[in-house]
């Protein structure tokens, strides 16, 4: 899977039509500041700076859309579930890549209510047992307990492709063509890491869509 960026329509778009949830730009932008879901592309904490985010950044929105709207969650707790996530042996911002989407669709993530406060495991579809850490340290626990909520990351990393063909549907004429990766070629070559790579391609998009102006 080719890798696209993803602006603030597309992440709103996604999780509309996925999850059946309409969000407002302004709490992604909440989500942002709070340090729950941070654009991984390119984001600064100025006004209408534009927010680009990746597919990992997609799937940890639809996380926290479920966390929230499901459980009744904190931003404050979400955040701090995923932070769980991300600290295990499987840390949940890989295996939302879509490059670990295959290992991702055999894993879950298990949130458990201990002490009054959300601790969250990944564990693997199938067993029968999971390691939580808290403040008494690490401990397993064997599923089957009325307070355990599944959420299996086979129904994020798996809408993946439509989500794909979604954005690139949306790209009119020869601009499709640059806001695809990973072939390194022209202003892409020069850029070291995937996200530079990704941001420079946004800008060539931005640049092939601006209306040219005639002089007289």
Request: charged share 25%; with cysteine; glycine share 6%.
């Amino acid at each position: 899977m080719n890798t696209l960026v993803l602006t603030t329509d597309d992440i709103l778009s996604a999780i509309q039509r996925f999850d059946g949830v309409r969000l407002a730009k302004r709490t992604l932008a909440q989500w942002a500041t709070a340090g729950v879901v941070v654009p991984s592309i390119a984001w600064r904490k100025v006004r209408r700076a534009p927010r680009l985010y990746s597919y990992a950044d997609l799937g940890r929105a639809r996380l926290v859309v479920r966390l929230t709207r499901q459980l009744g969650m904190t931003l404050q707790d979400a955040r701090d579930v995923l932070a769980a996530l991300d600290a295990s042996d499987n840390p949940l911002h890989d295996l939302l890549r879509p490059a670990n989407a295959v290992k991702a669709k055999t894993m879950q993530a298990v949130c458990v209510m201990r002490s009054g406060k959300w601790c969250a495991a990944i564990a693997q579809v199938g067993d029968t047992d999971y390691t939580l850490t808290s403040g008494e340290g690490q401990r397993r626990f064997e599923f089957g307990s009325a307070d355990e909520f599944r959420f299996p990351l086979s129904s994020i990393v798996k809408d993946y492709p439509a989500i794909e063909r979604e954005k690139v549907r949306r790209v009119r004429g020869r601009s499709s063509r640059h806001l695809r990766l990973p072939t390194p070629a022209g202003p892409f070559l020069g850029a070291r890491s995937e996200a530079g790579r990704a941001l420079a391609m946004f800008r060539t998009f931005s640049e092939a869509r601006r209306p040219s102006v005639r002089r007289r």
